[in-house]
């Protein structure tokens, strides 16, 4: 019997294990469906694309097919190990504007602003550039600039001025997102630091923590209106870890609303369609799937520094021995070194557009490659109004969910794209790329009228990772935990993780998944939440 026992040691989970067991009067049980992190990719920042391809560390979803996609079905990678999606992300630390946190408070969401998360935020960081009125040293999460980043990155950012944005030295200070410049990442000393080397790294030799790998969630045990425990799939057997406080389900906006709905906890009709005995009719368990769609522009680049110049059998060889006997040279790099906000149209109060700078022609999620030597600059709107569900294919715990985004279904989303597409060309038109500049490979120069445009993103956009609110927390009937992130009308069970979210943030959302299971930590523990500072 534990005290707590938590479900997925992904970007939540392991941060709720380090803090809940901090305690050692407290008994904490991590359950992963992965293994170990053992595998020595997930720790060189270039090897991402090794991981994202490969089923030994990833879940390897699918989406249903997309009516506004082509007709296409989308891969969706997510983390099946410890640290679960930290583990094999682009690392990139990004927490989003001021104004997503202070929206979710003005929803109803109490303690959410972005003054009342930021304490948080800096609670599990320790950034490399220091402490300030925006950012924390001392925490476990080492955050860092990239050492030697590619020489086409001081090219971008110049080109990025040239075209009218400013330069932003912080992308975290939740007011200056707007502009272009480096994104900072999560390494230390050149690998990657994600919540398993950070959190559960700082909890090892606690006695009272037990991590149980391999071990699948299949359904949350309810007695009398309670959560008791947990039943898990485990070397062929069935198990059951049975908590006396609480059950927290931190397995992401994927397997957290799967696992509630294979437990009877979800829509009712949704639930009985597969034979599961219905023991909470929560309508809003599934719905308001959100995530953030890219597209690219990619060119030529005659100078010969991309990192697509190591892409031969030799220089693979070269890039890897340097890695391995000194942590340093191309891989070391997580590859988004830099990027860019931007907004669709004036007005806005905060940029609408993500980009991402890569020295390199990958596409298809790094698993193939144009030919040829170049960059590309991959856009997605930050706050799409497209919203989709998650379901269950079956009854079968072991069966992957049904997984639909309705990416595009809001016409608006695509326009934004388009405009991202026309931005991102003025980029490359710039000066500063005179020399690194060569052809438009994609969407190449034909793709000019906005029609084709729209075409072209039909065809080719793609998930960038940032899936989020499928259980959303509110306090209206469609809501499926409260500001406290209780499941409503469940006692001792809570989700903590990106589901939570009423709506994503404009970013990535590794860094406020774990700034979620930071205050959710305090909340369980009963914890006064930090004082917030003073406006400047």
């Known amino acids: 019997m534990y005290d707590y026992v938590i479900v997925g040691a992904g970007s939540a989970g392991c941060v709720l294990a380090h803090r809940l067991s901090a305690d050692p009067a407290v008994k904490v049980a991590l359950l992963e469906a992965g293994g170990k992190d053992w595998n020595p990719f997930i720790h060189m920042p270039t090897g991402m694309k090794v991981l994202v391809g490969g089923k030994s560390v990833n879940w390897h979803f699918e989406t249903e097919p997309q009516a506004h996609l082509d007709g296409r079905r989308l891969f969706w990678p997510r983390g099946k190990v410890l640290g679960g999606s ?6 990139v630390y990004i927490r989003g504007h001021r104004s997503d946190y202070d929206n979710w408070a003005q929803a109803g969401c109490r303690g959410w ?3 009342e998360v930021l304490p948080y935020f800096m609670r599990s960081e320790h950034n490399e550039r220091g402490a300030d009125a925006s950012h924390g040293q001392g925490g476990p999460l080492n955050v860092q600039d990239f050492a030697e980043p590619n020489p086409l990155v001081d090219v971008f ?6 075209a009218g944005l400013p330069h932003t030295a912080d992308f975290n200070d939740g007011d200056h997102l707007h502009g272009v410049g480096v994104y900072q990442r999560t390494c230390k000393n050149n690998r990657r630091w994600s919540t398993a080397r950070a959190f559960l790294g700082a909890s090892e030799g606690r006695t009272n923590l037990t991590v149980i790998t391999r071990a699948q969630a299949t359904k949350v045990l309810v007695e009398g209106g309670r959560a008791t425990g947990v039943e898990i799939a485990r070397g062929g057997r069935r198990e059951v870890v049975r908590a006396s406080r609480e059950v927290i ?5 994927v397997n957290s609303p799967q696992l509630l709905l294979l437990s009877g906890i ?5 639930i009985r369609r597969h034979g599961i005995p219905v023991v909470l009719d929560l309508p809003g368990v599934g719905r308001n799937l959100q995530d953030h769609l890219g597209i690219g522009l990619y060119y030529d680049c005659p100078a010969g520094v991309s990192y697509d110049e190591l892409l031969t059998p030799w220089g693979q060889i070269r890039t890897l021995a340097k890695y391995v006997f000194t942590k340093k040279g191309a891989g070391a790099s997580h590859g988004f070194e830099s990027g860019v906000y931007a907004s669709s149209r004036p007005g806005l109060e905060a940029p609408d557009l993500q980009g991402f700078f890569l020295s390199s022609l990958a596409v298809d999620h790094g698993r193939q490659h144009l030919g040829g030597k170049g960059s590309q600059l991959d856009f997605y709107p930050v706050r799409p109004a497209s919203r989709g569900f998650l379901g269950l294919h079956s009854a079968d715990p072991l069966a992957a969910p049904l997984i639909q985004p309705n990416y ?5 989303d695509l326009e934004v794209m388009v405009e991202s597409i026309l931005i991102g060309r003025e980029i490359f038109a710039a000066r500063a790329f005179d020399g690194y500049r060569g052809r438009e490979v994609r969407p190449g120069p034909d793709c000019s009228s906005r029609e084709a445009i729209r075409r072209y993103i039909r065809a080719k956009a793609e998930t960038a990772y940032h899936p989020v609110g499928t259980a959303r927390m509110g306090t209206d009937p469609m809501a499926v935990v409260s500001p406290e992130l209780k499941v409503h009308g469940i006692e001792g069970l809570r989700v903590v993780d990106a589901s939570i979210m009423p709506n994503v943030v404009s970013g990535n959302t590794n860094a406020p998944t774990i700034m979620i299971a930071e205050k959710a930590a305090d909340m369980i523990l009963g914890r006064a939440a930090p004082a917030v500072r003073a406006a400047a």
């Open 86 to 91: 930290s583990a094999i992300n682009g690392m």
């Open 113 to 115: 602003s972005w003054d």
């Open 408 to 412: 595009l279904e809001a016409p608006e």
């Open 249 to 253: 389900l931190s397995g992401g906006a």
């Open 266 to 270: 979800g829509p009712g009709q949704e």
């Open 157 to 162: 950012i110049k080109a990025g001025k040239q």
